[in-house]
């Protein structure tokens, strides 16, 4: 298995942990997997909605102290959203 | 060969229904949203503690999921700023720079359509709808100064607009948009009803704290105190929480409300001088400013302990911390309601 890449988004605000994944996300290869954590509860809803919309798989969430940590596989293939 | 285009997505119903009109016409449609660091998404709510059980969700997200398309959501916050700070066509009824703030905001979409080489752009607007930015008479400034031109077409509002290049060349019927104007809401969720959308944001207005009036009295005590109008995302984020009490030129109070307030500020201890209450529960507060002499420090104190528990004793203790100091430990009287002056208070 590759290695699991960090993204630390605690004390930001919606939508920046958001922003911070998708822009971490661009940078990987398919099936790449990336741990973010975030300290905002919005990110409950919001982490798995981007995920969903792009096509990307929460393999694992858990809230701990306060803290919101998702585990994040990205998609393997390009979603198409054909009109 | 199927078209596409980008729809500017604030969260709100117009972007929604702009931009099913044109997935209608099977145009392919990814959704763009901007992140200026004024935005009302939630953040006073995920600070506060009283509101964090009711998640909010992030409403340009839940379009995006509505329509099945993909949302790109872009940092333009340092960008930003000049459109803050210097808005040509000036602001609004508070430091909103609304027609600026359009203007940008379609320029930035237009570079993204080039870098992904989409075709054109959509909006939400209506003609009408807002008083600043959505006046007939600013239709083509916007299109104009993006530099966007007959690439961006409203579908709302088309019918009452010279035909854009999408029209033109056949990628969009002309019949199937629409000729909305005006202030009223109704033919909006008329056309969500015939669309089925249910739940959508409440529309017009609220997602920008900068047409909010107390948060542009705060913004521009920031700017006058300093003598300069620049600021950074920290800055603005700060002006969303506690009570902000400026006792003199040189210093500003920032005082938590609660206690989700206390934690949320008790972040920046690392980055500002702060005042926490220790005899008695009670709130941190930031200071910001320069470094206080002792008689501002004691004011400063003395203004804080009035907002602890400790309120009617004859002496509260406090810490005083500071990133490069010690911290030490201060007592004090707290003011009585009537020593804090009305004028201190800034919001």
């Excluded at chain 2, 030490?328 to 309601?337: D, E, G, T």
């Amino acid at each position: 298995m590759s290695e699991i890449i960090e993204v630390d988004a605690r004390r930001l605000f919606c939508p920046l942990p958001v922003i911070r994944l998708q822009n971490c996300i661009k940078q990987q290869q398919p099936g790449a997997r990336v741990r973010i954590v975030s300290t905002d509860p919005g990110s409950m809803n919001d982490i798995p909605t981007w995920c969903r919309i792009n096509g990307h798989q929460v393999l694992a969430s858990e809230e701990q102290d306060r803290e919101f940590i998702f585990l994040v596989q990205k998609a393997t293939m390009e979603v198409s959203h054909g009109g | 060969m199927t078209r596409k285009a980008v729809a500017l997505i604030s969260g709100g119903l117009d972007s929604l229904l702009a931009a099913r009109l044109i997935q209608q016409q099977g145009i392919q449609v990814e959704g763009i949203n901007f992140f200026t660091g004024f935005c009302v998404e939630g953040h006073t709510h995920a600070i506060r503690n009283h509101d964090r059980k009711r998640v909010k969700r992030n409403n340009a997200l839940w379009v995006a999921e509505q329509l099945g398309i993909k949302l790109h959501i872009i940092d333009i916050v340092d960008e930003y700023k000049n459109v803050v700070i210097n808005p040509r066509h000036g602001y609004g009824a508070n430091l909103n720079p609304c027609l600026d703030c359009k203007i940008f905001m379609v320029r930035k979409a237009h570079e993204w359509l080039r870098e992904n080489d989409f075709d054109f752009i959509i909006t939400g607007e209506v003609i009408g709808q807002r008083p600043k930015s959505q006046r007939k008479r600013c239709m083509p400034v916007i299109s104009q100064e993006s530099g966007a031109e007959d690439l961006l077409l409203r579908p709302l509002c088309a019918q009452n607009l010279p035909a854009t290049l999408p029209e033109n060349e056949g990628w969009v019927d002309r019949a199937g948009l629409r000729d909305f104007g005006g202030r009223s809401r109704k033919p909006q969720m008329a056309l969500a009803r015939e669309f089925g959308f249910e739940d959508y944001a409440q529309p017009a207005g609220g997602c920008c704290f900068l047409t909010d009036k107390t948060y542009s009295v705060k913004l521009q005590d920031l700017w006058d105190n300093r003598g300069s109008r620049e600021y950074e995302l920290d800055d603005i984020m700060l002006l969303k929480v506690g009570r902000h009490i400026r006792p003199s030129k040189d210093f500003k109070l920032i005082i938590a409300r609660e206690e989700g307030e206390t934690n949320f500020l008790s972040g920046y201890r690392h980055q500002f001088q702060t005042i926490k209450t220790v005899s008695h529960g009670g709130p941190i507060a930031l200071i910001e400013g320069v470094t206080l002499d002792a008689e501002q420090l004691e004011l400063a104190c003395a203004i804080t302990a009035r907002f602890s528990q400790g309120r009617d004793a004859d002496s509260v203790e406090l810490r005083f911390s500071d990133p490069e100091q010690a911290s030490r430990s201060i007592h004090v009287k707290p003011l009585a309601a009537n020593q804090i002056e009305r004028d201190w208070i800034i919001a």
